[in-house]
């Protein structure tokens, strides 16, 4: 069965007065435990560290298994959806703002498709 995760959206904290996101990390042996994530606002006035949403679908073609990313991407940030599904165990980090997809999809990939990623842009 195809299992959805989505990542942790960030709230404003008024005390902090800054983004956070509740996460589950494993520490150095191997323990879960909750940690706050804090986004940080960058000299651009933009946000480093802020979760991006790419609609990849426009670029869905047959049998096509690399793609590209708006915006760099934090290395083990990104999230990929394909048709509703998340598929990340089936794809491939490339370089700050490509990822390929496992040769298994090329078959069933089709224009027309849906292709989600969603990830931590590089500071």
Do not use: C, W
């Not at 942790?8 to 940690?35: C, M, R, W, Y």
């Not at 990313?69 to 491939?92: F, Q």
């Amino acid at each position: 069965m195809a299992q959805l995760i989505l990542p942790p959206i960030p709230v404003f904290n008024s005390e902090t007065n800054q983004l956070e996101s509740k996460i589950i990390v494993k520490d150095e042996n191997g323990l879960t435990a909750q940690h706050t994530q804090i986004f940080k606002t960058s000299e651009g006035g933009g946000l480093s560290g802020a979760l991006f949403t790419d609609d990849l679908s426009e670029h869905v073609a047959s049998e096509k298994l690399l793609y590209s990313t708006t915006h760099g991407m934090e290395k083990n940030s990104l999230s990929v959806y394909y048709n509703g599904l998340n598929i990340i165990r089936d794809v491939d980090f490339q370089s700050t703002n490509t990822f390929v997809i496992d040769s298994e999809y090329k078959n069933l990939i089709n224009k027309g498709d849906s292709l989600i990623a969603i990830y931590t842009r590089v500071s």
